[in-house]
Nanobody, 117 residues
Framework: QVQLVESGGGLVQPGGSLRLSCAAS????????MGWYRQAPGKQRELVST???????NYADSVKGRFTISRDNTKNTVYLQMTSLKPEDTAVYYC???????????WGQGTQVTVSS
């Protein structure tokens, strides 16, 4: 199993910024597609963004232009820089790793992001 630990969540005012981090227990340089998902109360978990080993990225339409995903392979860490946050962004954010060779998914425990004044 791969362990993922998220951090960086918290309370922020609308229009503010947060940077989420996801630290992986092993190397993510080439074997994993990394992603961020979120789940709001009463809602299903939804994809926010993904990043491949070659740093190709995808974003949900709702966060395009506001969120940026990145990875630091030397630190085995993936980040989600969130700007211009909206109340609708309030959710538990989960880090995800998909092992390319096996298509096996791994999940972190999540970090709460609350956007409110």
């Amino acid at each position: 199993q791969v362990q993922l630990v998220e951090s960086g969540g918290g309370l922020v005012q609308p229009g503010g910024s947060l940077r989420l981090s996801c630290a992986a227990s092993g190397s993510i340089s080439s074997a994993y597609v990394m992603g961020w998902y979120r789940q709001a109360p009463g809602k299903q978990r939804e994809l926010v963004s993904t990043i491949t080993p070659s740093s190709s990225t995808n974003y949900a339409d709702s966060v395009k232009g506001r969120f940026t995903i990145s990875r630091d392979n030397t630190k085995n860490t993936v980040y989600l820089q969130m700007t211009s946050l909206k109340p609708e962004d309030t959710a538990v954010y989960y880090c995800n790793a998909r092992r390319i060779t096996t298509s096996r998914y791994y999940w972190g425990q999540g970090t709460q992001v609350t956007v409110s004044s």
